[in-house]
């Protein structure tokens, strides 16, 4: 029997209304452009304010994708103001994991079009360009399909399109009630699962030929994307979603597993 040991967590207390934990997240604002990868890489077609995340007041995270009814303000990269308003929060320098078990309990939004997600990327990425650095995807769904979850590794030779991908189709939609999205995650080997049942696992030996880059610590990134190529298009009647994170948590397994980054985020989120 496997030994679990909670070393972080964001359970997301605080009065309603009120801003996210500062000494765990950082938002990536606009729409990818000032990054110099407009639409995000992916064609999507929202806008990311800090304010499309707030509490609560009941212990959760709620992230607000709505349709953005300006005709000035915005503009993307495609010319005319965003379509969508939403939020990116990542924990980049300040909470990074390295193995363990991560899991978060989320309720993700409805609607076709919409892209939710909970992801990993390699903390090297600012000297070691994406895919090189890695990415997890230990949630992103599709609202055209409100059954399915995808887990997916990318690394170098296996991006974009061509990620290690599975999927776990549950009986009731996603969107219908909470669902715990995590990753099991040792030395050369990643196991997903939703709800405590495994669906998907990445090793070396399934990356074949091309260089396996998952024994490294990660960030944590959440986020709500509106369209883009994995989402496709969005229903023209949809005005809002929202995905609601009740926790996250971090644990060691049988002493695998070590949080590095800021000495406050660390501290703050010590159980």
Not at 32 to 61: D, F, H, V
Not at 148 to 175: E, F, M, Q
Request: proline share 5%.
């Amino acid at each position: 029997m496997s030994e679990r040991k909670l070393l972080w967590s964001d359970e997301f207390e605080g009065p309603a209304g009120s801003g996210v934990n500062s000494n765990f997240w950082n938002f990536d604002l606009g729409d990818g452009t000032s990054a110099g990868i407009p639409g995000w890489g992916n064609q999507e077609r929202e806008w990311y304010l800090a304010e499309q995340a707030a509490l609560s007041g009941s212990s959760e995270l709620v992230i607000t994708a709505e349709r953005n009814t300006s005709t000035t303000d915005y503009p993307a990269y495609y010319g005319e103001p965003a379509e969508w308003l939403s939020a990116k929060l990542t924990t980049k320098a300040k909470v990074e994991v390295l193995y363990g078990l991560i899991e978060a309990r989320v309720k993700i939004p409805t609607g076709a079009g919409t892209w939710p997600a909970f992801w990993l990327l390699g903390s090297d990425i600012s000297s070691n360009a994406w895919p090189n650095c890695g990415e997890i995807d230990i949630m992103e769904t599709k609202g055209s399909e409100p059954y399915t979850v995808h887990g997916t590794a990318h690394g170098p030779g296996y991006s974009g399109g061509d990620g290690i991908v599975n999927t776990k189709t549950v009986s009731s939609r996603l969107g219908s009630g909470y669902h715990i999205y995590a990753l099991d995650w040792t030395k050369n080997k990643m196991v997903w699962s939703i709800d405590g049942k495994a669906y998907h696992v990445v090793t070396p030996s399934i990356v074949g030929n091309h260089t396996y880059v998952f024994n490294k610590p990660m960030f944590m990134i959440l986020n709500v994307a509106a369209g883009g190529w994995f989402a496709g298009d969005i229903d023209p009647d949809l005005n809002s979603a929202q995905m609601t994170v009740d926790y996250i948590r971090y644990y060691s397994i049988n002493g695998q597993g070590r949080v590095t980054g800021s000495s406050s985020a660390i501290a703050a989120g010590k159980p």
